[in-house]
T-cell receptor, first 114, second 114 residues
């Protein structure tokens, strides 16, 4: 079975500071990993995805994530936080064995301090 | 290219009633998935439809049912509503078969059961 764990339900950083949102996955087969963002009262938007090509994945809005198999991690980072980054972020996994469904983590709420 | 649209955006139902939620998939996408997102949690997979047939189901009781139409739009029906069914219901459309395929999400329907 596949699962993802997001460490920290709430992260607060100052504007301009580094953003680091943590995600660890569990999968018995090679996973496909995703980060989604959800703004208040909206649906989910894909930030980036790992599909077994490059381990460092660049996404939209300056975000990137690195797939580390040895650590079973897929942490999301952004060098400099902007006020508009305040949102809920979800790490998710999907595999060939269960291609029909995406399994989401419980989410991390990112707050940005002026 | 139109995105995923859901209707209605909000509704309030009484416990024991039935509800139907609707979703129009993104142009060209013949696979539709439904997710339930309870307050403060990540989305949970309900089921997926491909070519008008259910193609995978999560851990939800039979009172959650669905349909997909020839134009790939879809409905989610919930019978005998319970208070715990209060959630944001998200629809996602995608191309079939590939686990690395991006799923595009609608804005969701906020269901409140009183």
């Amino acid at each position: 079975a596949q699962s993802v764990t997001q460490l920290g339900s709430h992260v607060s950083v100052s504007e301009g500071a580094l953003v680091l949102l943590r995600c660890n996955y569990s999968s018995s087969v090679p996973p496909y990993l995703f980060w989604y963002v959800q703004y208040p009262n909206q649906g989910l938007q894909l930030l980036l995805k790992y599909t077994s090509a490059a381990t460092l994945v660049k996404g939209i809005n300056g975000f990137e994530a690195e797939f580390k198999k040895s650590e079973t991690s897929f942490h999301l980072t952004k060098p400099s936080a902007h006020m508009s980054d305040a949102a809920e972020y979800f790490c998710a996994v999907r595999t060939y064995s269960s291609a029909s469904k995406i399994i989401f983590g419980s989410g991390t709420r990112l707050s940005i301090r002026p | 290219e139109t995105g995923v649209t859901q209707s209605p955006t909000h509704l309030i139902k009484t416990r024991g009633q039935q509800v139907t939620l609707r979703c129009s998939s993104q142009s060209g996408h013949n696979t539709v998935s439904w997710y339930q997102q309870a307050l403060g949690q990540g989305p949970q997979f309900i089921f997926q439809y491909y070519r008008e047939e259910e193609n995978g189901r999560g851990n939800f009781p039979p009172r959650f049912s669905g349909l997909q139409f020839p134009n790939y739009s879809s409905e989610l029906n919930v019978n005998a509503l319970e208070l715990d069914d209060s959630a944001l219901y998200l629809c996602a459309s995608s191309l079939p078969g590939q686990a690395n395929t991006e799923a595009f999400f609608g804005q969701g329907t906020r269901l409140t059961v009183v």
